[in-house]
């Protein structure tokens, strides 16, 4: 028997987890000795009071969807992958082989192919942490963390040493050919008369994040292989005794979540930077952390997650500009929010379960 | 390579490693204890932080030592409240550790100094400074042109700060501590199996803290080390993913203290490997990428952890909430 009613889970647990990480977020503005309302403000109006700042605040979010689902597949098999950041570090890898290799005659077939690669890079990025999790019982999340640095170091090797133009000085790969230029959210409205700001940097990728959300959202719930990844993630013993193979679940629900994580590289590399260089991730790995965990794994909670981090990244990026606050505020703000909602759950959870006992018990 | 190289190699080796061994002796207190602590990096980046802001603002490195313990002990009992009393995700709560250092530190240096996330220069009395030897010698021409015997005394032995010893004693001390001591034995019994000392009429939740806030004091000492001994003054993460090697450490040397010693040793020659590319070179007559010897630590931990290296299998209960009844 459930103590509380569905939407006190679903909606009331994550809305005062967040309540009250904002709280403490505000007084953490209050005591570097800025105004908590007037940074929030200023945060609205950066974020989503114009469509430049809409089309900043969708970009972050079309990165955060990506990490956020990448997270949200391994929760549902109860794997913990802290290594979407290296995942996605492959990705755009994959992003810029892609970019850089093929002469792709237009756009969307290079999108195309782009999706594909990265997606590739990411899956083996994490499908080594599933193997030797499924196979030989390394812990999963020390081992994502390891390839996060590996990743790292692969990267800075590729772009100092191979990818670099010659005589360029910053590790970089060279622009990409302008034929896989991505349509940004300007161009895509113009035609169906929507102006939107032309120097934001959403584009067609955010598309690609919302069909990701629906994919996962049919295979997690409505497929077998769905089934069966969240029946391993409940219980590995009875989903054993369905004859549900523990390696393949967590190989598949792996490399699906590194996929994912690689994907985010059409947004950040393709979309925004035409050219990979280093720390392209920019820490949207981990965001993935708490977006999932704010979201409850659900693609529908990831995206209104996603939308709120990418609120949260823009509107911080205009606090660093007009006031002294720092852009780490964000960092914190994460790390409050990922404190709350995942780590001290049953601190919110509990004294709200005793409340709906005692209100049963009167009604009865 | 002369010898005299040698000896530089292996003096960095020490310095660079101390900081890794005590947070590895940090996390093995609390995984010891059933905790999984991912947040050794955070815990040692707020002391780092806390530890040269107190130290410049009061002039004396001791009350910033205390200062960069107590943010420590902080976050370890938030690490505690959260996997201890209210039996939440242990991993979670270490990432979430992470950042809130990752945060607050760039935060409040900003508020307290406005120095881009840096604390001011320290000097004097608000470092530890190195301790000579007597008769040791300090110039680096006088060194080289010593013999042999001298140039390990007054290079590799003498002229390191006070919690380059203390941190060496620490081995020692946990290793009497876990085993031959009653609390040590109770210590590794919570780790394994809760139930059984929860039976003897022992506490799991004191035991379970007092691992968590004994971790808390070495990642202090780790982190004030950081920035008062290694570095003098707090740059932004300046921890630089050292929990997680000391975390790579403690796997490698299989959760027990004189391993722990030799894993952190081993990474610290890494590090100082990595500074010194043109000593490679001269050694094994190629060229070693500095990337690959940043990475081995990583490397090799994915490598032990696959089993091919012997099995590293950690405390049983690790990592589960303790629940009393069921």
Redesign the interface.
């Known amino acids: 028997m459930d103590v509380m009613p569905k939407w006190a889970e679903v909606v009331l647990v994550p809305l005062i987890s967040l309540l009250l990480a904002a709280i403490l977020s505000g007084l ?1 503005i209050l ?3 800025e105004d908590p309302i007037a940074a929030l403000k200023l945060m609205i109006d950066g974020a989503l009071g114009s469509t430049y700042g809409w089309g900043y605040t969708l970009y972050y979010a079309t990165n955060f969807m990506f990490t956020g689902l990448a997270v949200s597949v391994a929760f549902h098999a109860r794997l ?1 992958n ?1 290594g979407g950041e290296g995942q996605a570090m492959l990705g755009g890898l994959g992003v810029a082989l892609a970019c850089l290799i093929i002469p792709w005659p237009h756009w969307s077939l290079g999108l195309l192919g782009a999706i594909v690669l990265a997606g590739a890079f990411g899956a083996v990025w994490a499908a ?2 599933a193997y ?1 999790q499924a196979k ?4 999963i ?3 994502t ?3 996060n ?2 990743a ?3 990267l ?2 590729m772009l ?2 191979v990818l670099r133009p010659k005589g360029a000085m910053d590790p970089a790969t060279a622009r990409f050919p302008e034929a896989v230029h991505l349509p940004s959210l300007h161009d895509i409205l113009a035609p169906i008369g929507i102006s939107f700001s032309k120097a934001a940097p959403a584009n067609v990728s955010l598309l690609v994040a919302i069909i990701a959300c629906v994919l996962v959202w049919l295979l997690i719930w409505r497929t077998k292989l769905g089934y069966e990844i969240r029946a391993y993630g409940h219980s590995e013993s009875a989903a054993k005794y369905a004859g549900i193979s523990p390696v393949k679940i967590t190989m598949i629900a792996m490399i699906i979540s590194g996929a994912l994580a690689g994907m985010m590289a059409i947004n950040n590399v393709m979309g925004e930077a035409e050219r990979l260089v280093l720390n392209a991730t920019e820490g949207a790995g ?1 965001i993935g ?1 708490a977006v999932a ?1 704010m979201g409850r794994s659900h693609p529908l909670g990831v995206f209104i997650a996603a939308i709120l981090f990418g609120f949260l990244y823009q509107g911080g990026a205009e606090l660093a500009l007009w006031t ?3 852009r ?9 929010v ?2 709350f909602t ?6 919110v959870r ?1 004294p709200l379960e005793r409340i709906f006992l005692a209100l049963r018990k009167e009604g009865n | 390579m002369d010898f005299f190289t040698l000896i530089q190699i292996l003096d960095a080796t020490v310095r660079l490693a101390i900081p890794l061994l005590l947070a590895c002796l940090a996390g093995l207190f609390s995984e010891r204890a059933g905790i999984f602590d ?1 947040g050794l990096e955070g815990k040692m980046l707020a002391a780092a932080f806390f530890s040269a802001a107190i130290a410049s603002m009061t002039g004396s490195v001791w009350i910033g030592l205390l200062a960069g313990i107590a943010a420590s002990l902080f976050l370890s009992g ?1 690490h505690g ?3 201890i009393t ?8 270490g ?6 250092a ?3 530190t ?3 240096a ?2 307290w100094f ?1 120095q881009g ?1 840096r604390t001011p220069s320290l000097s004097g009395a608000e470092r530890f400074n190195p301790i000579n030897f007597p008769g040791a010698l300090t110039t680096t021409n006088e060194v080289k042109a010593a013999s042999p015997l001298m140039q390990v005394y007054s290079e590799l032995l003498s002229g390191h700060s006070l919690l380059v010893y203390v941190a060496l004693l620490t081995v020692p001390m946990t290793w009497w501590l876990l085993y031959r001591t009653r609390f040590g034995l109770r210590l590794r019994a919570v780790g394994e199996n809760p139930a059984a000392v929860d039976t003897a009429g022992v506490s799991v939740v004191g035991l379970r803290y007092a691992a968590v806030a004994i971790c808390g004091i070495l990642c202090g000492i780790a982190g004030a080390y950081l920035s008062t001994a290694l570095q003098a003054g707090f740059v932004k993460d300046m921890s630089a ?1 050292r929990g ?1 090697i000391a ?2 450490a403690l ?1 490698f040397a299989k959760w027990r203290p004189w391993q722990a010693l030799y894993a952190t040793f081993l990474f610290g020659l890494f590090q100082a490997l990595e500074l010194r590319p043109d000593v490679i070179e001269a050694v094994i007559g190629m060229k070693v ?1 500095g ?2 010897l ?2 081995l630590p ?2 090799m ?2 490598v032990i ?3 091919f290296v012997g099995k590293a299998i ?1 405390p049983r209960a690790g990592g589960e909430p303790y629940v009393k009844e069921r």
């Open positions: 953490v005591a570097i000795g913990f802290i080594v942490p030797l030989r019982g390394s812990h999340v020390i081992t963390i390891m390839f640095f590996i790292a170091a692969v800075n090797y100092v040493n981990f952390i965990l002294s606050i720092p780490e505020l964000i960092v914190v703000i994460q790390a409050l990922i404190l995942g780590a001290l759950d049953n601190m509990m | 991912i938030v409240l959260a996997s209210f039996r939440g995700n242990q991993l979670i709560s990432v979430a550790i992470n950042f809130l990752a945060g607050m760039v935060l409040i900003q508020s406005s996330g993913g997680f975390l790579a796997i990428q990337q690959f940043g990475a990583y490397i931990t994915v952890l696959a089993g950690p």
